[in-house]
Nanobody, 113 residues
């Protein structure tokens, strides 16, 4: 059974930081391109950051220089370190595994004073 379980979301003030984690099971993690997506109310789901099996990364322009995606293949974990958070980063954040097109349940991130 495939599971992607996100954690680490919450309420943070503008300028603050959060680290999201995604624990994967039931997939060949080492072969998967892993991504973090987000969906704000009334908007489409969008790719925030992705990381290949070899560690190559890509980011949405709006988060470049503020967010960092990383992976621990041995532990089957993907992280999203989010710094200098802005109110427009408020959304539900989802973990995604490309092979098999699997999604986590999402974790809410709210940036507000």
């Amino acid at each position: 059974q495939v599971q992607l379980v996100e954690s680490g979301g919450g309420l943070v003030q503008p300028g603050g930081s959060l680290r999201l984690s995604c624990a994967a099971s039931g997939i060949i993690f080492s072969r998967n391109y892993m991504g973090w997506y987000r969906q704000a109310p009334g908007k489409q789901r969008e790719l925030v950051a992705g990381i290949s099996s070899g560690g190559s990364t890509n980011y949405q322009d709006a988060v470049k220089g503020r967010f960092t995606i990383s992976r621990d293949t041995a532990k089957k974990l993907v992280y999203l370190q989010m710094n200098s958070l802005k109110p427009e980063d408020t959304a539900v954040y989802y973990c995604h595994a490309t092979v098999g097109d699997y999604w986590g349940q999402g974790t809410q991130v709210t940036v507000s004073s």
